[in-house]
């Protein structure tokens, strides 16, 4: 199957497909069987216990491993084993477990180096500043600006990045994925380490994320709040493989995914 659109059973189009998919580091099957399909505009979750897989998938998804077999399809377009830099140009996005950002630039050249995928100048152009240069300097600035403004981080716009705090170093890593402007958004425990009252802010922030710029999200996430206040639907690891799969409200009363947290 190649560069085929796939449409759901509700009509919506699959932004993302997976198909048996499969990864083994020498005899450990790390991903077994893993079969997602995740639509337009909606907002699903990955989530399992510790070691279940969830990161694996992700760097599956975003080329950082190749699998050992099966598909990973992107809107109908074949992108398995691509390389991440042309994964990402072509609509994937990602965040991390811990914060990866560059700390000794400030917030608004952080947002400015995700735009950078739609740089429209060329090597001589950037090199002696020449006028297509900077209005194109322009233009992001003002963009990353905007930004800035929907995860209320405007007003840092000039602090370097190491020197937000925590919850806001959160919410500008998402910024920057968002400024690669991706048709997928996989969010890699967005709320890890954050308090209550940071954890309400960021599930408005992904909400305004997905209603206004009809973003699809794939989340992990281990704050059971945030997964079942926001996501529609849910795939459960386990051991690397499905433990359990729909609506969200079903998959978290399963009694196989309880005791996969919880144990007997």
Do not use: W
């Amino acid at each position: 199957m190649n560069d085929t659109q796939f449409v759901a059973s509700d009509g919506r189009e699959s932004v993302l497909r997976t198909e048996h998919l499969r990864i083994q580091f020498g005899g450990l099957r790390a991903v077994d069987d893993v079969n997602l399909e995740i639509k337009k505009g909606e907002l699903y979750g990955l989530i399992g216990p510790n070691g279940a897989g969830k990161t694996t998938v992700f760097n599956l998804l975003t080329g950082v491993y190749k699998p050992t077999s099966g598909k990973i399809f992107l809107c109908g377009k074949d992108i398995t084993g691509k390389a991440p830099a042309e994964i990402n140009r072509l609509g994937i996005a990602r965040t991390f477990q811990n914060i990866r950002l560059f700390n000794n630039l400030t917030v608004i050249e952080n947002v400015m180096v995700g735009l950078s995928n739609s740089i429209s100048c060329n090597i001589a152009q950037s090199i002696f500043r020449l006028p297509r240069h900077k209005k194109s300097e322009k233009e992001f600035y003002e963009r990353a600006l905007e930004l800035l403004k929907v995860f209320q981080l405007d007003e840092y716009k000039d602090y370097l990045a190491a020197n937000l705090p925590y919850g806001k170093q959160r919410k500008l890593e998402i910024a920057r994925a968002m400024a690669t402007n991706p048709t997928l958004l996989l969010l890699d425990e967005p709320a890890a380490g954050m308090n209550p009252n940071e954890t309400q802010e960021l599930m408005d922030d992904i909400t305004f994320v997905r209603k206004n710029f009809g973003m699809t999200i794939l989340l992990i996430e281990h704050d059971m709040r945030l997964v079942s206040g926001i996501c529609e639907n849910l795939t459960v690891l386990n051991f690397g493989t499905e433990l359990a799969k729909g609506e969200t409200a079903k998959v978290l009363s399963d009694p196989a995914v309880v005791k996969a947290y919880l144990g007997e």
